[in-house]
């Protein structure tokens, strides 16, 4: 049986997968980010699961086919070293899984952090989107939206 889950699951179905699964996360954060449904699937530990199943999946591929998990350090040494992992079928897909599950993680903070200083929906839709593509600018943006909207500055909260 097991056998037959990963002749589907190819690195490219399960790509294809991640991708199109994670949207509906973000749908509910851009347009019923109020709603318990948004409340429970996606500001709450439910995608984190998800995505580290898919994670743990792939690292039990990965080590049925030998591949050698002590070369991801490489990446510390270099950027010629980092340039040739990423030249692995296998390191993207661990980065891209651990890229759109930090990404949603940091979309569903920014929903739960305006609902609590009460910020508009209509404030939070652009940083929520940017976040989407480029996490760390859309977190950016709606640090300079709360900035104004909170008139408070906190760097941690």
């Given amino acids: 049986m097991f056998e037959q889950i990963s002749t589907f699951f ?6 294809l997968w991640l991708n199109i699964g994670v949207i509906p996360f973000w749908f509910l954060l851009i347009f019923f ?3 318990k449904v948004c409340g429970f699937f996606v500001t709450s530990i439910f995608p ?8 743990f999946y792939l690292l039990y591929i990965f080590y049925s086919n030998d591949y050698n ?8 040494l270099g950027f010629e070293h980092l340039r ?10 661990l980065f891209w899984t651990h890229f759109l599950a930090i990404n949603l993680f940091c979309g569903g903070w920014i929903v739960r952090d305006s609902q609590k200083i009460s910020m508009s929906r209509s404030f939070v839709v652009l ?8 996490g760390p600018f859309g977190i950016f943006f709606y640090w300079l939206f709360r900035i104004f909207i909170a008139k408070r500055i906190s760097l941690y909260d």
Avoid: A, C, D, R
Avoid at 69 to 76: D, R
Avoid at 127 to 134: A, E, G, L, S
């Fill in 69 to 76: 998990f002590l070369n991801n350090f490489n990446l510390y």
């Fill in 33 to 35: 980010p109020n709603s």
């Fill in 48 to 55: 984190i699961f998800i995505l580290t199943g898919v994670y």
């Fill in 84 to 93: 040739e992992l990423f030249s692995s079928k296998s390191f993207i897909m």
């Fill in 10 to 15: 190819t690195i490219e179905m399960i790509y």
């Fill in 127 to 134: 940083p929520i989107v940017i976040t989407y593509f480029i």
